[in-house]
């Protein structure tokens, strides 16, 4: 298994940016498609993007794509999820995941391990 943490979160104005960081140990991180998943208080968690195995391919929601970008280095066990031009409705704990069952999934139910979270929170 995979075990991940994130960090980056924090308290930012509507329109900056956050740049979220999440590093992998256990066993080889490239072997995982990588994700990036929200949860606003109330609200299911939902999806926000995903990376392929060598970083090659990513989709995102409709509601981030143009403004996240997520990246890996394989190197160095770490997937990235880069967010500009943040909005309120942003607000978030974000979580990263790794999926073994392979790629093209937005379900939540698909990954296998998950870190804690880091919260994002963006003031009008």
């Known amino acids: 298994q995979v075990q991940l943490v994130e960090s980056g979160g924090g308290l930012v104005q509507a329109g900056g940016s956050l740049r979220l960081s999440c590093v992998g140990s256990g066993r080889t991180f490239s072997n995982y498609v990588l994700g990036w998943f929200r949860q606003a208080p109330g609200k299911e968690r939902e999806f926000v993007a995903a990376i392929s195995w060598s970083g090659g391919s990513t989709y995102y929601a409709d509601s981030v794509k143009g403004r996240f970008t997520i990246s890996r280095d394989n190197a160095k066990n770490t997937v990235y999820l880069q967010m500009n031009s943040l909005k309120p409705e942003d607000t978030a704990v974000y979580y990263c995941?790794?999926?073994?069952?392979?790629?093209?999934?937005?379900?939540?139910?698909?990954?296998?391990?998950w870190g804690q979270g880091t919260q994002v929170t963006v003031s009008s």
């Open positions: 995941a790794a999926n073994v069952a392979g790629w093209g999934t937005r379900s939540s139910r698909d990954y296998d391990y």
